[in-house]
């Protein structure tokens, strides 16, 4: 009677032994967070400062994290910082997170010649950029800039340079025919107009408070590109872009008239430090609450989940984040090859 009844025991215990096995390999391994996340943008007061808030904001409401957002000159400063690991994430466009990766043009002094170690995470909004001035000036057109004071150098991103000399190209102007001026980044491009250092500066997107600033004062206005296909071909050559139409309306200070702007794209990346845990979190939550950004500032309205995976993407994705896009059927056969390709070019 005693064998049975231990034999019957023995048997119970591999039965819950069994289930507790079965059950424990059924759930989601629990994520290690570490008690902040830096996630670096351009200066306050530009558009991408706004934006890295706005997602920092939900993901710290979500997840068990404080993200703080960490305000740089732009990613020539920052995206050394994401290899030593004093960066965890970044908001910046799809030019400069090629270039820094690869460690190319101005990154490639900022890293050594070794390229920043980032991965995309999720492309997100378009941007709409374009070259500005004073209504008070006196331009009006692109051809009116010859001999002006133009914010053409932009020592936090090389990127934004490279927008501002396409445009010079855009209106068949050399660097020599305007009278160039340097800054630290976009934010301090309109500050020079404000303070009647500049007449125009190269390059500013949609959305940044101090447009509004300026148009309080002296009024903004955006110049328009010229949509000939010989004018984009020239452009094309300094920065990869397309053309779109913009109106007049309710947050586009600065348009006051239907005008051609550049459009690229803005990336999410993390770095390489990043576990793929907490990168399949970090996409999860934007994803799930991608509603609640919208309502923060204008243009994350375009920060939809539909953009989060592009076949236009410039840098690889985060494994951790592919891992996700798998699981919600946004990853096929057409990324898997692009992710191939791009991780082959570092």
């Known amino acids: 009677m005693r064998k049975r009844i231990s034999i019957l025991c023995i048997f119970i215990m591999i039965l819950f032994l069994g289930l507790w096995i079965g059950w424990s390999m059924g759930q989601t391994p629990k994520v290690t967070f570490p008690k902040t996340l830096n996630l670096a943008t351009h200066p306050v007061g530009t558009m991408l400062n706004a934006v890295g808030t706005g997602l920092a904001t939900v993901l710290s409401k979500y997840l068990p994290t404080v993200v703080k957002v960490m305000p740089t000159t732009g990613p020539i400063e920052w995206l050394p910082m994401a290899t030593s690991g004093e960066v965890d994430m970044g908001v910046l466009n799809d030019w400069d997170s090629k270039m820094g990766r ?32 004073a209504e008070t000036s006196g331009i009006k057109k ?54 009647g250092r500049a007449d125009i500066t190269g390059s500013t997107n949609i959305g940044m408070s101090v447009i509004a600033e300026l148009d309080a004062g002296k009024g903004a206005r955006y110049i328009s590109f010229d949509p000939s296909p010989e004018a984009f071909k020239r452009m094309q050559e300094h920065f990869p872009c397309y053309l779109v139409q913009v109106m007049p309306g309710p947050g586009m200070t600065g348009v006051r008239e239907p005008v051609f702007m550049m459009a690229y794209n803005f990336y999410l990346v993390g770095s390489e430090r990043l576990s793929d845990a907490v990168a399949y979190s970090i996409v999860k939550t934007l994803w799930e609450y991608n509603k609640e950004l919208g309502p923060i500032h204008v243009r994350l309205k375009d920060w939809t ?42």
Not at 115 to 123: E, F
Not at 143 to 149: A, E, I, N
Not at 160 to 175: D, R, V
């Open 102 to 133: 690869l460690g190319r043009e101005d990154y490639k002094a900022a890293t050594g010649g070794k390229g920043a170690s980032i991965y995309l995470l999720c492309s997100g909004a378009p941007a709409l950029n374009g070259p500005l001035v």
């Open 142 to 195: 692109g051809t009116d800039v010859k001999g002006k004071r133009y914010v053409g150098v932009f020592t936090g991103s090389a990127g934004i340079t490279a927008q501002a000399n396409a445009a010079l190209a855009n209106w068949g102007h050399k660097p020599t025919d305007v009278r160039m001026i340097s800054v630290p980044g976009v934010e301090a491009g309109v500050r020079a107009i404000i303070e």
């Open 305 to 346: 989940k539909d953009r989060f995976v592009t076949n236009k993407a410039t840098i690889p994705y985060h494994p951790g984040a592919i891992n996700f896009y798998k699981e919600v059927g946004a990853w096929g056969t057409e990324m898997e090859s692009l992710q191939k390709q791009l991780l082959a070019e570092k």
